[in-house]
Nanobody, 123 residues
């Protein structure tokens, strides 16, 4: 079993930055792809970014490309999401997720989920 715990959310002004962290415990995630998703009120959960097990390959949603960076710290079994140039439309609950396999942007491919962390961007 795998447990994922997100942290780092909060309130920030537009144009600011936040770094989200997802700490994994339980089974090792060294061979897993890790993704970040988000869900705004009244909207479906959507893909944000994903990184492969090696950390050498990433993929981003068009809405965040160039502003967000996903990376992982294998030694700490952690995946991070650096968010810069934040916009009010980035406001959402952010979830990290893990799957044993290749990268995927589909939330249905992920077996493990964290509880989420709130990000609020004020205008």
């Amino acid at each position: 079993q795998v447990q994922l715990v997100e942290s780092g959310g909060g309130l920030v002004q537009a144009g600011g930055s936040l770094r989200l962290s997802c700490a994994a415990s339980g089974r090792t995630l060294s061979r897993s792809a890790m993704g970040w998703f988000r869900q705004a009120p009244g909207k479906e959960r959507e893909f944000v970014a994903v990184i492969d097990w090696s950390g050498g390959s990433t993929y981003y949603a068009g809405s965040v490309k160039g502003r967000f960076t996903i990376f992982r710290d294998q030694a700490k079994n952690t995946v991070l999401l650096q968010m810069n140039s934040l916009k009010p439309e980035d406001t959402a609950v952010y979830y990290c997720a893990a799957r044993y396999g290749s990268k995927s942007s589909s939330l249905y491919d992920y077996e493990y989920w964290g509880q989420g962390t709130q990000v609020t961007v004020s205008s």
